[in-house]
């Protein structure tokens, strides 16, 4: 599951965080190094992770059990859009028409009763959703899977090594480490983030994505049984 290679991914995280903690009182320079490794690291598995929770999601609803009228309407519209402008954008005829030919295929997502087959809906189509680990884009990715409302509003448990609990808004989380991360990877040296950061931030992520992995596995669920959220 996108869970399980989530939490494998942190144990690289956890020992750069060790590194930076151990290095500490020594030479500034490593220290900050391997924060900011880690921080970028963390962020790229995260994102990972949400790949791979889109592409379950498809394998699960997109075996050709389900009618096109139990599938998400923008899990259908990500499949669809794109096909379109290919073929409107298009100014080589022979590509645009076997472009249109493939619409036959991809128009049986719009007709209730019809069961497409497999192999009409692609997990990579979904995937490709996630540009980035920000809160709108985790909130359009879960509404094109049949999510009711922002699964990223509301805020977060989030349990602490010495067994506290931390309240975390979900928004204000993301933004935190996303903002991180991204200010490392445009070279701004004044980013400094400690080992306490990497920790805070990776305990954050781990709670969001068990959370997250709950949810996306309830919604293919009820997707397959027909029963919709």
């Given at each position: 599951m996108?869970?399980?290679?989530?939490?494998?991914g942190t144990t690289e995280v956890k020992l750069l965080q060790?590194?930076?903690?151990?290095?500490?009182?020594?030479?500034?320079d490593e220290t900050n190094a391997l924060c900011r490794a880690a921080v970028v690291l963390l962020v790229s598995h995260f994102e990972a992770f949400l790949k791979t929770i889109a592409e379950e999601f498809v394998d699960t609803v997109g075996v050709g059990q389900a009618t096109s009228g139990q599938l998400p309407v923008g899990l259908r519209m990500a499949h669809t859009l794109p096909q379109l402008e290919s073929i409107v954008t298009s100014r080589d005829e022979t590509q645009r028409a076997s472009l249109l030919k493939k619409l036959g295929t991809i128009s049986q997502l719009w007709n209730d009763d019809a069961k497409p087959p497999k192999g009409t809906l692609q997990a990579t189509t979904l995937a490709r959703v996630v540009t980035s680990a920000k809160t709108e884009i985790i909130n359009d990715l879960f509404l094109r899977m049949g999510n009711r409302g922002l699964v990223c509003d509301g805020d977060l448990d989030v349990p602490a090594d010495n067994g506290e609990v931390r309240i975390v808004s979900i928004d204000f989380g993301l933004r935190d480490v996303v903002l991180c991360r991204n200010d490392i990877a445009h070279g701004k040296s004044?980013?400094?983030?400690?080992?306490?950061?990497?920790?805070?931030?990776?305990?954050?992520?781990?709670?969001?994505a068990t959370r997250l992995q709950r949810k996306a596995t309830n919604l293919g669920a009820q997707v397959s049984a027909g029963t919709g959220p």
């Open positions: 996108a869970l399980e290679s989530f939490e494998d060790r590194l930076a903690t151990e290095a500490e009182g020594g030479e500034i004044e980013r400094k983030p400690t080992p306490a950061d990497v920790t805070r931030y990776m305990q954050f992520l781990l709670a969001l």
